[in-house]
């Protein structure tokens, strides 16, 4: 078994970390995606709420963040079967605990 | 005056949050940023180190990154007389900040 050296195990762990780091940023990154897991958390949970709450943002974005955050695990899609059918978003837990990430990276924006 | 009513205050509110949040989030996002805040804190405090420690970035990009940085306010500069002139990187209280959030941040990727 090839002895791990230190430098090696070092390298490997500081990738290990800079990924999960860059992976999470990645998740949350760009304009409209942090903003979204905030909205849904204060009850903007359909596409319309979200529409007419982020102003500026086009169906085809909005539908697009939708997507990728569903994708990574931060929100879950629920089809209401009522007429017109209905789609209500929910924050994941995952969701759930990137709420004090935010917070806390709000209040360090303002330092 | 004109009586701030509830849901201006509220887009109000929600505006300023997200310019933080969006301008927190632009400061560190990126391949390189968040890993060489925390390299800078583990020592590699220089040109030369970062270059060795972050493989695959290259001195343009490494030097852009540190400018950036340092136009955020999260890094400065010190340049050392020394023959020939060294130039050590230092963390500055918000960058000192910012290591719970990147550890937490890390973390929560894992969930």
Known sequence: MIKENSSNAVNKAFLYRSCRINGALDAIS??????????????????????????????????????????????????????????????TPKGQALLPILANLSEWSDM
Chains 1, 2 share one sequence.
């Open 30 to 91: 760009g304009r409209w995606k942090a903003l979204i897991v905030i909205h849904i958390s204060e009850g903007n949970d359909r596409f319309s709420l979200l529409k007419t709450a982020m102003e500026g943002i086009t169906d085809q974005t909005l539908g697009k963040q939708l997507k990728e955050l569903e994708a990574s695990g931060l929100i879950s899609k629920t089809i209401i079967p009522a007429v017109p059918a209905r789609v209500d978003y929910t924050l």
